[in-house]
């Protein structure tokens, strides 16, 4: 098992940034891929981004392209979304996650976050 924990969320201003992380726990000896989904109210569940294992390769959803960078942490078990240019659409729940390859279909994701709340005001 792994469990995962967000942090970083909150309430910011169009036009602001937003650094949100996640720690893995568990089963962090296995080379996982990590990243984002994000769902906001009434909407389906969106592919934000995600990268391998050793963060060689990346993936990104096309409404964030350009503006949202993931990156894995120091600690291998570790991964960043650094949010910018933040625009009121982008509010949601984002919720990590994790599993042994990338894919864009959440019902692939082995593992998942609680979520954290993200708010962007206009």
């Known amino acids: 098992q792994v469990q995962l924990v967000e942090s970083g969320g909150g309430l910011v201003q169009a036009g602001d940034s937003l650094r949100l992380s996640c720690a893995a726990s568990?089963?962090?000896?296995?080379?996982?891929?990590m990243g984002w989904f994000r769902q906001a109210p009434g909407k389906e569940r969106e592919f934000v981004a995600a990268?391998?294992?050793?963060?060689?390769?990346?993936y990104y959803g096309d409404s964030v392209k350009g503006r949202f960078t993931i990156s894995r942490g120091a600690a291998k078990n570790t991964i960043n979304l650094q949010m910018n240019s933040l625009i009121p659409e982008d509010t949601a729940v984002y919720s990590c996650?994790?599993?042994?390859?990338?894919?864009?279909?959440?019902?692939?994701?082995?593992?998942w976050g609680q979520g954290i709340q993200v708010t962007v005001s206009s």
């Open positions: 990268a391998s294992w050793n963060g060689g390769s990346k």
């Open positions: 996650i994790a599993n042994p390859s990338v894919t864009t279909d959440p019902s692939r994701w082995a593992y």
């Open positions: 568990g089963r962090t000896s296995l080379d996982y891929a």
